[in-house]
């Protein structure tokens, strides 16, 4: 993602959110979402140690994923015409592919949950409420080529 991208993207964060999860919540986690989508917000997360994605398509910012320190899923927004057509899918697995974590972690709104399991996240724990944004904890575990597990040896001598 670019400085370029960033109205865009919290445009595309806001509009999915107020239809799919803000009915379901407070005053206050609406407000706590909005700081968090504003485009001020993901300029300044974009200089820290976060990897924030995109998918264009026909020239539009359809999706994006964000991946705070290599190990945690932050946000994952689809444009709502472009949703079940592999968007998410596609953005996950980019994602995982360069995280920096033998576990990923999301705390996924109650409304994507399945949509998460879909990806092959797990639930992890009961849901839980922080500034009034209600989330349930999951979990990837991925395999990791440091551990020794699925390493490639070198071949033996002849």
């Known amino acids: 993602m670019t400085h370029e991208d960033l109205p865009s993207a919290a445009a595309l964060c806001l509009e999915a959110f107020m239809l799919a999860v803000a009915p379901s919540l407070s005053a206050q986690g609406v407000e706590t979402f909005a700081k968090v989508a504003a485009k001020e917000a993901f300029a300044e997360r974009m200089a820290s140690d976060n990897l924030m994605l995109v998918c264009v398509a026909e020239g539009t910012l359809v999706g994006l994923i964000e991946l705070k320190e290599g190990r945690h899923v932050a946000m994952l927004f689809v444009a709502p015409l472009w949703q079940r057509r592999g968007v998410g899918k596609r953005l996950v697995n980019a994602a995982l592919e360069q995280a920096r974590a ?25 849901e839980g409420e922080f500034a009034g944004l209600i989330y349930q904890p999951m979990e990837k575990r991925l395999q990791s080529f440091n551990t020794g597990k699925n390493r490639l040896e070198p071949a033996s001598e002849f």
């Open 102 to 126: 033998d576990v990923v972690t999301v705390r996924a709104s109650l409304s994507s949950v399945a949509a998460y399991e879909g990806y092959g996240f797990a639930l992890a724990g009961e």
